[in-house]
């Protein structure tokens, strides 16, 4: 053999290697996905690696870190615009009581198919009602967990022992009924020559969170069906009407605003540092505002009173993953979904956020989650350490984990309608109305139960039409 044709034979060995590595490389498919902050340390990042690293055909890219879409209008239209024009993220978050008016609208694929063909995630793994979130007219849409691991989104009543000591209340009795909590609250109410120095209750949202508690703790629907709205039920209105007997009596919306919007960030957040003694608040915060910035709090967390201070009820709610309409890599962004919300993904979050926690010094808060497994393998991993390092804080786990037997008995979740976004909204929109006494609680249930239903109606017509 000649040099010359050995020399050509080495260029063409190479040049097919060459070839051959590049179609690897090109035949990597990159996933896009929105709601995963892997910018930072911490279980989003870990979750990222380990996915790639796994399945070395997919590449996992994390575009929008923050929660992409759910309650805020920016993020929303963020997402919608993106789905019009043809170019959405393979898979985002989606806060679970929107996925059906999503899905209603045409802007979500279903994976109902794909979950049938896999047999996985499976029903019985995870609690029923954040499964049932995820379906539209019988399909599934979605996924639970989402941006936020998929813990319960359960909001319930916390308090700070020693303000209650300091205004003369037993510290381990919080208040059971609605004549309790005003009590308590005026109690625990301080202010000189006009100006708030403490608050009794501190509202969250001071719109549909409290709303949504209220309403239904005193036997209220927002929803009778998918098509008929019912917010401005007699049971409903009465809830505000105590709402806004419950903020008058702590100086009302405009001094009460005033003094909140003194405090800056989460570490001025002013139930933490003692100047507001009771609030409405999810279970996250035990982990991401009490954990991280005040581990060492004096509280307690139990039902949020209700009407007769007998008969308790808790609300949740919660994130998930959807497929928008369009995605240009729905196998793999399905992948990617069952290894998220699979026990090895989940832990792999947990003790990447855990991982973190520690460099910085904290304990790991495992929050409850609505994967059963999962749950279960974090609740045992970490749990321990906050019992011996923070037992308020574990009392807390306690309490979400097992909140059937603290006296709750029934948990509600948002209406899964086509007009879930809009619902959201007008209960906002009404609260202030009626908090600012711009419009009395009856007048401003009216107006909202008028726009949800008109929305609920353009739907329906223009879907019966399309059925016949």
Known sequence: MSTRTKWSLILLVGMLMMALTFSSVS???KVIIWGINDTVPGGHREQVQTFNKLHPDIELVSEVQTAAA?????????LMTAIAAGNPPDITTLDRFVV?????RGALTSIDALIKRDGVPKKEDWVDATWEECKWDGEMFALPPGHDIGHLGLWSLYWNKDLFAEAGLDPEVPPKSWDDLLEYASKLFIEDEGEIEQ?????????AVELYQFGWSNGGRFMESPRKATVNDPKNVEALEFMVELYDELGGMENIGTFLSSFQGVEQDPFL???????IHGDWTIRFDIGRYKPDLNFGVRPTPSPDGEHFTAWGGGWSWVIPKGAKNVEEAWTVMKWLTSVEGLLVRARGDAAYDHSEGRVHIPLPIANVPANKAIQAEFYPAVRENCPCIADAIDYFSNIYDYGVEKIFWRPVCTVA???WAEMDRACQAALFHQLTPQQAMDEANTNVQKGADEYWKRKDQESK
């Open 199 to 207: 608050l009794g209750f501190r509202y969250i949202w001071a719109g």
């Open 70 to 78: 759910g309650q805020t209008p920016e993020s929303m239209q963020k």
């Open 100 to 104: 059906g008016s999503w899905a209603a």
């Open 273 to 279: 540092t003692g100047l507001a003694a009771m609030e």
């Open 27 to 29: 035949a990597k498919t």
């Open 421 to 423: 976004d809009v619902l």
